[in-house]
């Protein structure tokens, strides 16, 4: 079992960064998919960014070229770097880990963007 913990959230301003972190117990955490989930109040939860066991990442669309995820496996870490940050980008992020019927979440970590 895998239990993850956000940290980096919080307010910034339009145009600005913040690096999002994610650290995982357990000694199988390089074998996991790895990804980043957002949630707006009164939208559903959705896909930011996913790093695979193997390092291939994927984004969502209104992420690409912003947002960059990295994983260090030494570490039990996960990384969601967030650059030139809107508005719109404001949500709880979760952290989340999958392999094979496994699947983990974090408890979030509230990233606020004002304009």
């Known amino acids: 079992q895998l239990q993850l913990v956000e940290s980096g959230g919080g307010l910034v301003q339009s145009g600005g960064s913040l690096r999002l972190t994610c650290l995982a117990s357990?000694?199988?955490?390089?074998?996991?998919?790895m990804g980043w989930f957002r949630q707006a109040p009164g939208k559903t939860r959705d896909l930011v960014a996913g790093i695979s066991s193997g390092g291939i990442t994927n984004y969502a669309d209104s992420v690409k070229g912003r947002f960059t995820i990295s994983r260090d496996n030494a570490k039990n870490t996960v990384y969601l770097q967030m650059n030139s940050l809107k508005p719109e980008d404001t949500a709880v992020y979760y952290c989340n880990a999958r392999k094979g019927g496994l699947n983990y979440w974090g408890q979030g970590t509230q990233v606020t963007v004002s304009s």
């Open positions: 357990g000694r199988t955490f390089s074998s996991y998919a």
